[in-house]
């Protein structure tokens, strides 16, 4: 079970029309910025994901548009406009992902996490899909935004589990 907002048809077109209205880099600036300040744990995950797979900066832009689904729908849950309401990549959950990639192999890890991410969140998985099939590593590209869920899911379960 993922504790992780649910993003809406609204929501994936909302974020589509300001990249499209303030433009990718604008919208990346922005992105980056909270990311640095409020996870940048996964912000590195993301850049190397981006820097392994080339055209960095281009995907960085479809991580950043799924990045800013997930804040948006986080923030408008806890009525408020900011990003900072993602649970918190922290070192010990990224370090747990990296033994799950090591235990299961990356496809069969991509697999399941993009399985999960298409039964729990279509809408997300759509923005994933639709960016990674733009790119001609589409399974390089898919195992960025699958490291990048599973991340936000490993995190969120165990914050929750914290609080208990």
Do not use: W
Request: net charge negative; hydrophobic share 40%.
């Amino acid at each position: 079970m993922s504790f992780l907002p649910h993003v809406s048809e609204l929501t994936r077109e909302h974020i589509a029309r300001e990249f499209d209205d303030l433009g990718p880099d604008a919208c990346m600036t922005e992105i980056v910025e909270a990311m640095r300040r409020d996870n940048p744990e996964l912000l590195e995950m993301a850049q190397k994901c981006a820097e392994d797979v080339g055209e960095a900066p281009r995907v960085m832009a479809g991580f950043g548009m799924f990045y800013r689904a997930l804040s948006f729908e986080a923030a408008v849950a806890l009525g408020h406009q900011t990003m900072s309401a993602l649970p918190r990549v922290d070192p010990q959950t990224r370090e747990q992902i990296v033994l799950e990639i090591d235990e299961h192999g990356p496809e069969a890890f991509t697999l399941r996490s993009v399985d999960s991410l298409e039964k729990s969140n279509p809408e997300l998985m759509q923005i994933a899909h639709q960016f990674a099939a733009r790119n001609p590593n589409y399974l390089g590209v898919m195992q960025g935004f699958a490291l990048l869920h599973r991340s936000l899911v490993v995190q969120s379960r165990a914050d929750r589990s914290n609080l208990h």
